[in-house]
Protein backbone atom coordinates (compact mmCIF):
# COMPACT_ATOMS: atom_id res chain seq x y z
CA UNK A 1 0.00 0.00 0.00
CA UNK A 2 2.74 2.12 0.28
CA UNK A 3 4.23 1.97 -2.84
CA UNK A 4 0.74 2.86 -4.24
CA UNK A 5 1.16 6.13 -2.40
CA UNK A 6 4.28 6.87 -3.80
CA UNK A 7 2.67 6.53 -7.32
CA UNK A 8 0.76 9.02 -6.46
CA UNK A 9 2.80 11.77 -5.60
CA UNK A 10 4.40 11.62 -9.05
CA UNK A 11 1.18 12.61 -10.83
CA UNK A 12 1.03 16.70 -11.25
CA UNK A 13 -2.61 17.80 -11.74
CA UNK A 14 -1.89 21.29 -12.11
CA UNK A 15 0.63 21.01 -14.79
CA UNK A 16 4.28 21.43 -14.72
CA UNK A 17 6.25 24.05 -13.84
CA UNK A 18 9.06 23.15 -16.82
CA UNK A 19 10.55 26.42 -17.95
CA UNK A 20 10.69 25.94 -21.80
CA UNK A 21 7.21 25.00 -21.76
CA UNK A 22 6.51 28.38 -19.91
CA UNK A 23 8.63 30.22 -22.51
CA UNK A 24 7.11 28.48 -25.77
CA UNK A 25 3.35 29.84 -24.42
CA UNK A 26 5.01 33.59 -23.71
CA UNK A 27 5.82 33.44 -27.14
CA UNK A 28 2.53 32.00 -28.42
CA UNK A 29 0.13 34.31 -26.29
CA UNK A 30 2.46 36.83 -27.41
CA UNK A 31 2.12 36.64 -30.83
CA UNK A 32 -1.51 36.21 -30.45
CA UNK A 33 -1.73 39.38 -28.62
CA UNK A 34 0.32 41.11 -31.55
CA UNK A 35 -2.02 39.48 -34.50
CA UNK A 36 -5.07 40.83 -32.54
CA UNK A 37 -3.70 44.16 -32.19
CA UNK A 38 -3.14 43.82 -36.23
CA UNK A 39 -6.43 43.29 -36.78
CA UNK A 40 -8.00 45.25 -34.31
CA UNK A 41 -6.00 48.04 -35.87
CA UNK A 42 -7.25 47.83 -39.47
CA UNK A 43 -11.13 47.38 -38.48
CA UNK A 44 -12.53 51.33 -38.78
CA UNK A 45 -13.87 52.84 -35.84
CA UNK A 46 -17.97 52.95 -35.04
CA UNK A 47 -18.90 56.82 -36.08
CA UNK A 48 -21.34 57.87 -33.35
CA UNK A 49 -23.98 59.88 -34.75
CA UNK A 50 -26.85 61.81 -33.36
CA UNK A 51 -30.54 62.62 -34.72
CA UNK A 52 -30.95 66.11 -33.85
CA UNK A 53 -34.78 67.79 -34.47
CA UNK A 54 -34.57 71.29 -34.12
CA UNK A 55 -37.00 73.87 -34.00
CA UNK A 56 -36.41 77.57 -36.03
CA UNK A 57 -38.38 79.89 -34.60
CA UNK A 58 -39.16 82.97 -36.66
CA UNK A 59 -39.63 86.94 -35.93
CA UNK A 60 -43.67 87.28 -36.80
CA UNK A 61 -45.85 85.72 -38.61
CA UNK A 62 -45.12 87.83 -41.57
CA UNK A 63 -41.25 86.03 -41.81
CA UNK A 64 -41.49 84.20 -45.09
CA UNK A 65 -40.78 80.40 -43.60
CA UNK A 66 -39.98 79.00 -47.36
CA UNK A 67 -36.94 81.39 -47.70
CA UNK A 68 -35.90 80.33 -43.81
CA UNK A 69 -36.06 76.86 -44.50
CA UNK A 70 -34.03 77.41 -47.96
CA UNK A 71 -31.26 79.45 -45.67
CA UNK A 72 -31.33 77.03 -42.86
CA UNK A 73 -30.86 73.65 -45.27
CA UNK A 74 -27.67 76.05 -47.23
CA UNK A 75 -26.04 75.07 -43.82
CA UNK A 76 -23.27 72.49 -45.11
CA UNK A 77 -20.76 71.04 -43.33
CA UNK A 78 -18.76 67.59 -43.24
CA UNK A 79 -21.10 64.93 -41.02
CA UNK A 80 -24.07 67.02 -41.56
CA UNK A 81 -26.87 65.40 -43.26
CA UNK A 82 -30.51 67.52 -43.73
CA UNK A 83 -33.71 65.73 -43.33
CA UNK A 84 -37.20 65.99 -43.35
CA UNK A 85 -39.38 69.36 -41.96
CA UNK A 86 -42.60 70.68 -41.25
CA UNK A 87 -44.16 73.79 -40.08
CA UNK A 88 -45.93 73.55 -36.47
CA UNK A 89 -47.88 76.29 -35.57
CA UNK A 90 -47.10 77.71 -32.29
CA UNK A 91 -50.30 80.26 -32.05
CA UNK A 92 -51.61 84.07 -33.30
CA UNK A 93 -50.69 82.69 -37.15
CA UNK A 94 -47.11 81.95 -36.02
CA UNK A 95 -45.46 78.93 -37.25
CA UNK A 96 -42.27 77.70 -36.52
CA UNK A 97 -39.81 75.35 -38.60
CA UNK A 98 -39.45 71.67 -37.44
CA UNK A 99 -36.99 70.06 -39.18
CA UNK A 100 -34.32 67.12 -38.61
CA UNK A 101 -31.17 66.49 -39.22
CA UNK A 102 -28.02 63.63 -38.33
CA UNK A 103 -24.58 64.73 -37.54
CA UNK A 104 -21.29 62.93 -36.99
CA UNK A 105 -21.18 63.73 -33.13
CA UNK A 106 -17.45 64.59 -33.63
CA UNK A 107 -17.41 66.45 -36.84
CA UNK A 108 -20.06 68.63 -35.71
CA UNK A 109 -21.17 70.57 -32.25
CA UNK A 110 -24.97 71.37 -31.52
CA UNK A 111 -23.65 74.72 -30.43
CA UNK A 112 -22.24 75.19 -33.66
CA UNK A 113 -25.40 74.32 -35.41
CA UNK A 114 -27.60 76.89 -33.52
CA UNK A 115 -24.82 79.51 -34.40
CA UNK A 116 -24.77 79.15 -38.02
CA UNK A 117 -28.67 79.01 -38.20
CA UNK A 118 -28.76 82.14 -35.94
CA UNK A 119 -26.69 84.15 -38.43
CA UNK A 120 -29.80 84.13 -40.22
CA UNK A 121 -30.77 86.94 -38.40
CA UNK A 122 -33.41 88.51 -40.53
CA UNK A 123 -35.60 85.64 -40.75
CA UNK A 124 -34.19 83.29 -37.55
CA UNK A 125 -35.30 84.63 -33.88
CA UNK A 126 -33.85 81.46 -31.84
CA UNK A 127 -33.40 77.56 -32.39
CA UNK A 128 -33.80 75.04 -29.69
CA UNK A 129 -32.96 71.22 -29.55
CA UNK A 130 -36.67 69.43 -29.90
CA UNK A 131 -35.24 65.78 -29.53
CA UNK A 132 -31.70 64.49 -29.58
CA UNK A 133 -30.98 61.03 -29.75
CA UNK A 134 -27.34 58.74 -30.39
CA UNK A 135 -27.98 56.27 -33.32
Partial sequence: AAAEEDDDDDI???????EEEDQ???????ERLRQYAEK???KP????????????KPWDDETDMA?????????????????????VPVGYGIKKLQIQCVV??????????EEE???????????????FNKI
Wanted: charged residues 35%.
Fill in 67 to 87: KMEECVRSIHMDGLVWGASKL
Fill in 24 to 30: EAAKVRE
Fill in 45 to 56: GLIAKSSILLDV
Fill in 104 to 113: EDDKVGTDIL
Fill in 12 to 18: DLFGSDD
Fill in 117 to 131: ITKFEDYVQSVDIAA
Fill in 40 to 42: KAK
